[in-house]
């Protein structure tokens, strides 16, 4: 193969343009996937454009109405070992820290997880569950798409050509509890079947958003899962009810850690499985 | 890995027959087709693109048409290569058309298909249902030509 050209653009415009110049140029954040995918020639670009260098893709930053934003550029570690997401955005958290393993977390970016876009990824489901947007920026500009719309199937996203990820938007945490629960082969794996949950509790009730992922070709969701995890919060028989409306919605294929049928089979049981932990971290507040 | 698929086409067997064996117009219902070439009237060459998010792979077919009995079957084999590399795709492929029930004919298409090489890394369960996915768009591409044609 041939040596890619190198790009080092030091504002998101540069690096926009750059992408929309160069003829089969990708973005290279972290590493952690596109490096991957070279060494395996799955991924052949022809100019790379590196995002390292510029300030505003790397850590996350509050916002005025005390939501947060996660640059493209920012480590798994760092977001994993971020104490100010809590509450409902704990999920995001809790799904950061059980990617693969230290040096992939220590070098991996949520920019280039989600662009990658593998559905059994542990990002994709969480950033669902946190009713999450991404923020996208092409040479004309900015766009935000809702996480429940940005993964649209296999390994592709909302990004058309020329765009790439320069960073996720959280809404303001809510207290309750926000977990993630994973069902790998071994420790750091990709995910067989994994949930994403998020319990937001006032004096109004209980609301759960809640995502599957591993089981489909994007996060699986279903409004009547939602629905009846929210009404009956903790109750086994909603949340049984809940597990069957994701397997139903799932469209699970064999591969070389599951089979589909155990796939539909699982998502049931640890939908139950998350939601009784989820129960237990709100009474434990 | 097994593919297979059907659908229904408003127009009769023997005009589907003839369309679904004219490689011009199968150029342009083939998802990703980007050249056809007539070797002999059993054999074909034909350049395809398939594209898996950030992956793209072009490779070379060549389709051999091994059975025909017009107009209700015809069985072909199909070998290719993505260029240079060590990635090879082979296929069984067995078309069957039979009129459908209130008109119309229905395509049966039964494919074995193999993957070897770069792209045999990605799961077989995920590019099965690209795959099927691929035959979906080829039978919207199809039915759109031939009920076009029909009804100007």
Known sequence: MSVPGYH???????????????????????????????????????????????????????????????????????????ARLAGTLAVLRDAARQIA????????????????????????????????????????????????????????????????????????????????????????????????????????????????????????????????????????????????????????????????????????????????????????? | MRIEGSFVVAAPRERVFAEITNPALMAGCIPGCEAIEVIDPKTYRARILIEVGPIKARFNLVVEVKEEAPPERVVSVTRGEEGTRASVISSNNELVLVPAEGGGTEVKYVSEVSVTGRLGKFGLGMMKKKAEALGAKFAENFRGKIEAAAAS
Do not use: Q
């Open chain 1, 101 to 285: 393993n230290p040096v992939v977390r220590n070098m991996g970016t949520i920019g280039g997880s989600i662009g990658f876009a593998d559905p059994a990824a542990d990002y994709p489901p969480a950033l669902v569950a946190a009713n999450a947007e991404v923020e996208i920026v092409n040479a004309a500009g900015r766009r935000r798409v809702a996480a429940r719309d940005f993964f649209v199937d296999w390994y592709t996203t909302a990004c058309g050509p020329g765009e790439f990820v320069t960073g996720v938007h959280l809404p303001p945490p809510r207290p309750g509890a926000g977990l993630y629960r994973k069902l790998a082969r071994v420790s750091g794996d990709f995910a067989i079947a994994s949930v994403a949950l998020s319990a937001a509790r006032d004096a109004a009730g209980v609301s759960v958003r809640i995502a599957v992922g591993g089981c489909g070709p994007r996060p699986i969701r279903a409004d009547a899962a939602d629905a009846l995890l929210s009404a009956k919060f903790g109750d086994a028989a909603a949340a049984a009810a809940a597990g069957e409306a994701l397997a139903a919605a799932a469209d699970p294929v064999d591969d070389v850690r599951a089979s589909a049928e155990y796939r539909r089979l699982v998502i049931p049981r640890l939908v139950a499985e998350t939601v009784a932990h989820a129960r237990a971290a709100l009474e434990a507040r």
């Open chain 1, 8 to 82: 080092r653009p030091k504002s998101v415009e540069d690096a926009a343009r750059l992408l929309a110049e160069t003829d089969g140029a990708r973005c290279l954040s972290g590493g952690a996937t596109l490096v991957a995918m070279m060494n395996a020639s799955l991924a052949e670009p022809k100019a790379i454009v590196s995002l390292a260098g510029i300030p505003e893709l790397a850590g996350i930053a509050e916002l005025a109405n005390g939501g947060f934003r996660i640059g493209a550029m920012t480590r798994h570690a760092a977001t994993a070992a971020d």
